[in-house]
């Protein structure tokens, strides 16, 4: 009984090797979101043209005499 439902039993064992699994997929996407980001502020620290579009999109800024268009999607 114990070498199947103990502290060290299979059933343990196997939700162990599960959530082991579980924490390396996580690991793996959270990677892929580094690299993402890093690319983005390479661009942002070379390209001033990286800096602007950020700028025209996350604060809706653009230079003077330009037109910002804002397009709202709704559900039909």
């Known amino acids: 009984m114990m070498a199947i439902f103990g502290d060290h039993g299979l059933v343990?064992?196997?939700d162990l090797r599960q959530e082991r699994i579980?924490?390396?997929?996580r690991?793996?996407?959270?990677?892929?979101?580094?690299?993402?980001?890093r690319r983005e502020l390479r661009v942002l620290e070379t390209q001033p043209l990286g800096i602007r579009r950020v700028a025209a999109q996350e604060l809706l800024m653009a230079p003077?005499?330009?037109t910002i268009y804002r397009f709202e999607l709704h559900d039909q």
Request: glycine share 0%; aromatic share 0%; charged share 50%.
């Open 64 to 66: 003077p005499e330009s």
């Open 27 to 37: 690991v793996e996407d959270l990677r892929k979101r580094n690299t993402e980001l």
């Open 22 to 25: 579980d924490i390396e997929h």
């Open 12 to 14: 343990r064992r196997h």
